[in-house]
């Protein structure tokens, strides 16, 4: 049997790294996700928010680092969550902080990025200040959201919303709802994770290095270059930090930008948005967001890397 070529041994070398080392993550993430969703009750959060709205997007967003969510799970929580009592934009804050900077999350970022530690911490800096921004912005641009708060037949209590016993919570309907739970979100995030992994090989691999430069020239546009790539590829928050750091030809600041932006703003994201709260949300939500966090993650990397 003749051997590979060399590019192609060299694609599977940084295709399967990226895998045995993003995978543990994705599976612990994916678990304590789970876990919240079945036997973690909305009204948990709700009761510890302060009913002044700005105060509570600020603590709603430093939730975020005990209470780790999968993606997956942002949008029905963030229905469960308004229809609970806490304001929108608080709830929007969580739904975003969670999956950002959650400590599963940074420890894997640290892991990843042992050749340049700083970058844990301005993850969950960059994370922190983008959640806390995009909560803010939504109490002066945002609506109320649809089907869950704008007194639409939707938005009354359902059957299963979680908030009130339409059934006994029994120990085995929730180990039911923890196994289906992390059986769908560990299976999604590995099908994203293979596009992941694919692409960064392929860019590593196959991109000419000229390219590469005339794409790095400035640090602005490499940021928004890996920010539209963090919105095509959809990766979990678990993973993408091992995708991020191959892409060794963009500066730090631009991976950063990366880190930032997708676990908040991605195609599969915005599909489950669109699909629950409307093309309305999105025209205002997706633009908001995305400015808040690439300019949260210029301003961090900034302030980090230019020493």
Not at 101 to 120: K, S
Not at 158 to 164: F, K
Not at 173 to 188: C, K
């Amino acid at each position: 049997m003749s051997e590979l070529p060399p590019q192609v041994n060299a694609w599977l070398v940084i295709f399967i790294g990226i895998w045995i080392q993003a995978v543990p993550f994705l599976l612990l993430g994916t678990i304590i996700s789970s876990t919240l969703t079945a036997f973690l009750k909305p009204q948990a959060l709700a009761r510890f928010l302060p009913r002044q709205t700005a105060l509570a997007v600020v603590v709603a967003g430093l939730a975020g680092i005990a209470l780790p969510a999968c993606e997956c799970a942002s949008v029905p929580t963030t229905k469960s969550l308004v229809r609970a009592g806490v304001p929108t934009a608080a709830a929007l804050t969580f739904m975003v902080a969670s999956p950002a900077i959650n400590p599963v999350v940074i420890a894997a970022t640290a892991v990843a990025y042992t050749v340049n530690p700083r970058m844990a911490v301005a993850r969950f800096i960059a994370g922190l200040l983008a959640a806390v921004l995009i909560g803010l912005g939504w109490i002066w641009l945002g609506r109320p959201l649809r089907g869950v708060d704008d007194g639409s037949p939707g938005s009354a209590c359902e059957e299963a919303c979680g908030l009130h016993d339409h059934q006994p919570r029994t120990m085995s309907a929730m180990a039911e709802t923890f196994r289906s739970e992390l059986t769908h979100d560990f299976i999604q995030s590995c099908g994203f994770l293979v596009i992941g992994a694919a692409i960064a090989a392929t860019v590593k691999v196959c991109v000419p290095t000229a390219w590469m430069q005339a794409l790095t020239i400035n640090v602005v546009v490499e940021a928004a270059v890996l920010s539209l790539l963090a919105v095509i590829v959809a990766l979990c928050s678990e993973a993408d930090a091992f995708m991020a750091v191959s892409l060794t030809s963009f500066s730090p600041t631009a991976q950063l930008a990366f880190l930032a932006i997708g676990p908040i703003v991605d195609v599969k994201l915005m599909a489950m948005e669109g699909g629950a709260f409307g093309a309305g949300f999105l025209k205002r939500f997706v633009p908001l967001a995305t400015c808040c966090c690439f300019v949260s993650a210029i301003l961090i990397g900034a302030l980090i890397f230019s020493s």
